[in-house]
């Protein structure tokens, strides 16, 4: 596992002369961001500093067992931080609210692996080699001596595991899985994670697998799958917007699908897209960017202005473009 003495060292100095810190997170947060926020939190909390943990949005109802403590909270104005740390955020606009009310502190630490972050901490911490921000967080816990208790191990092993696929993602590499299987002998509870995140769907996400398998659509040659989902969609099912993460995996994993893509409505001129690639040869990342957004080469979003059948036109057209110049 490739290391970074001098950015870990400064984050951990840094950590150690400030006593009020607040750790904060991206907008409609996953299991890294939660895992890593939380792992984080909960190590500050033993090291004995006084931490605040912020989200915009309330942690999905999967990933609540991590929380029991209720430790995320939302944004609040007019407090004033020694530091803040942000986790797995690509940007300062992804930390929504959160980054409206972290002005008044002295240091911004940036800990993240995007490939598209954009550097905006006072120390950055930005290696996106590693497949999740976990394995920062359990790395930088390691260097800092930091007890990594049985809830910090199920925290960092969520963050590892969802943002791998379960460890299915080629960015998966050797040393994933070594720092999973530290995680598990430092107390995580497998069991307990693996039912939890990935065996325990609210009934609401079934209509929501309904309307994909109904309503999914192929084009240029099969290689483009892609799905609406609309706010009327989600009121049938009885189900919230965190009831979709992972929905595009099942389109993604259709045999001759290269390039997966979702468009979520927000607002009536606001679609949320996401996109997802089975090749190295078409970077999403880089599809993504085009319309202000970012993520990795295999994973990427955006959110995009304009009618609804105009964006679907415009990314379609950009994933053809991908395809053809890879020739795939």
């Known amino acids: 596992m490739k290391t970074h003495p001098k950015i870990i060292d400064r984050?951990?100095?840094a950590i150690r002369e400030s006593n009020t810190i607040c750790v904060v997170g991206h907008v409609r947060p996953?299991?890294?961001?939660?895992g890593s926020q939380l792992g984080?939190?909960?190590?500050?909390?033993?090291?004995?500093?006084?931490?605040?943990?912020?989200?915009?949005?309330?942690?999905p109802q999967k990933l609540r067992f991590l929380d029991p403590g209720k430790l995320v909270g939302r944004p609040q104005p007019g407090q004033k931080f020694d530091c803040v740390i942000a986790t797995d955020a690509a940007s300062h606009d992804r930390l929504g609210l959160a980054g409206k009310h972290i002005g008044a502190r002295k240091l911004l630490i940036n800990i993240d692996h995007h490939q598209s972050n954009t550097r905006y901490g006072d120390i950055n911490w930005v290696s996106a080699r590693e497949p999740s921000t976990g394995e920062l967080i359990f790395r930088l816990l390691k260097t800092a001596k930091w007890p990594i208790t049985p809830e910090i191990s199920d925290c960092l092993f969520t963050a590892v595991s969802t943002d791998t696929g379960s460890f299915q993602y080629p960015t998966t590499r050797p040393a994933t899985?070594?720092?999973?299987?530290?995680?598990?002998?430092?107390g995580a509870n497998l069991a307990k994670v693996c039912h939890e995140v990935y065996q325990s769907f609210p009934l609401a996400r079934v209509g929501l697998l309904k309307h994909l398998y109904n309503k999914f659509r192929l084009?240029?040659?099969?290689?483009?799958?892609?799905l609406w989902l609309r706010k009327a969609d989600f009121s049938r099912c009885g189900a919230e917007s965190d009831d979709s993460e992972g929905l595009i995996d099942h389109i993604r994993a259709i045999e001759p699908v290269v390039v997966a893509c979702v468009f979520e409505e927000i607002e009536p001129e606001l679609t949320r897209i996401s996109l997802r690639s089975k090749t190295d040869l078409v970077n999403?990342?880089?599809?993504?960017?085009?319309?202000?957004?970012?993520?990795?080469?295999a994973a990427a979003g955006a959110r995009i202005?304009?009618?609804?059948?105009?964006v679907q036109r415009r990314v379609v057209n950009a994933v053809?473009?991908?395809?053809a110049s890879a020739r795939v």
């Open 11 to 13: 984050i951990i100095e």
């Open 177 to 186: 899985y070594h720092v999973a299987a530290e995680l598990v002998s430092r």
């Open 284 to 297: 999403v990342n880089d599809i993504a960017s085009q319309f202000g957004g970012g993520g990795h080469r």
């Open 30 to 34: 996953d299991g890294d961001c939660i």
């Open 320 to 323: 053809r473009k991908a395809l």
């Open 305 to 310: 202005h304009g009618r609804p059948l105009s």
């Open 40 to 59: 984080l939190t909960l190590a500050l909390l033993n090291a004995e500093k006084k931490v605040t943990c912020w989200n915009q949005d309330a942690v």
């Open 219 to 226: 084009t240029h040659e099969n290689k483009i799958a892609y």
